[in-house]
């Protein structure tokens, strides 16, 4: 199928409170540095509600996914950080600096909402589109990042 997600907005979302105005660095243990072969890991659930109109999406949705995002950050600060490696250590860490936000796409996708939640098998290249790019650079990399992705009078999916 020939779908296409147009990307409206991508914002930066913070913790809500943060009860630090420090740095925070979380060393990676061993076990955490086994999973640094593998491909992070994508999500995507799709949420159906046939009232999910533009404006709707818009007004009632993102709002409280932006906000539900921000509070949970709150209490998980290394989640809003970045993984970074430095040349000189032996491992990376995960580094929380208090203007680190979490990246958070808002998209529409005309993509067939029933296809991609039904029970026929299809490409996984067609999740591929539903899922935020990680910001990454020689030297660190975000620890998460969102999107949503409205499908017009279908239903919604977080990525």
């Not at 020939?2 to 409170?17: A, G, K, L």
């Not at 061993?30 to 404006?55: C, G, M, N, Q, Y």
């Not at 203007?99 to 993509?111: C, G, H, L, P, R």
């Not at 996984?124 to 009078?153: C, G, I, K, R, Y």
Request: net charge negative; glycine share 2%; with cysteine.
């Amino acid at each position: 199928m020939d779908s296409s997600v147009n990307i409206i907005n991508v914002e930066r979302v913070s913790p809500s409170i943060s009860d630090s105005s420090e740095s925070l660095t979380l060393p990676l243990t061993f076990f955490d540095l086994l999973w640094f072969k593998h491909h992070p890991v994508e999500r995507v659930i799709f949420f159906r509600l046939t009232e999910a109109t533009r404006s709707f999406f818009d007004s009632a949705i993102v709002p409280n996914l932006k906000a539900s995002l921000s509070s949970s950050l709150s209490h998980y600060l290394p989640l809003a950080g970045k993984l970074v490696w430095e040349p000189l250590d032996l491992k990376p860490s995960i580094v929380y600096s208090p203007n680190d936000a979490v990246s958070f796409t808002v998209a529409e996708s005309n993509a067939d909402f029933s296809r991609l939640t039904g029970k026929e098998p299809f490409f996984s290249t067609e999740l591929h589109p539903l899922v935020p790019e990680l910001q990454s650079s020689d030297d660190s990399a975000s620890v998460m990042s969102f999107q949503v992705t409205l499908f017009p009078n279908q239903g919604f999916c977080v990525g």
